[in-house]
Structures are given as C-alpha cells and as structure tokens.
C-alpha cells in the first residue's frame, strides 16, 4: 500500500518500485515498461476457446473471452486443465 498525492495505491509492480491505483493500471504498466503478457495467452492457439469450444473468429477475441474476470468459468477451466 503506497500514496501517490491524496491516492492510495494498493497494487505494487513486482519489477520496480511504482504503485497503482487500480489492477487494469498496474498490468497496462507492466506490458508497455517489463514486456509482460497475459499467461493465458500461452495455451490459446486458435481462435476456438479450449474449454467451452465456442469459435471467436480470431485468436485475440478467444484471448479476450478467457480474460474476463466477470466470466471465470472457461480462464478457471483451461488454467486448471494445465496446471
């Protein structure tokens, strides 16, 4: 937990010493300044989602499907499937 002016940051990069206000912020840091990228992009070769078989036409709208923190249910299903 850190201050930035009158806000409070509750999420710290593990690569350097900046805080963040919001989640959304601290993983647009982490792409554009380490190169980090999303894990689940590892395990999405096509544009079909591996857990419910849905086609989303493109590999990105597939990654973007199993992103969705509001819709576990697939991110949840093809994590547990490698781990």
């Known amino acids: 937990k850190a201050e930035v002016g009158s806000q ?6 593990n690569g350097c010493d900046r805080a963040f206000a919001t989640q959304k912020a601290l993983e647009q840091h982490a792409r554009t300044k380490h190169g980090s990228r999303l894990q689940i992009r590892a395990y999405v070769h096509s544009s079909v989602c591996p857990a419910c078989g849905r086609d989303f036409h493109t590999r990105l709208r597939c990654v973007q499907h199993l992103s969705d923190r509001r819709r576990p249910k697939c991110r949840d299903q093809v994590y547990c499937t490698v781990s």
């Open 8 to 13: 409070v940051c509750l999420f710290s990069c």
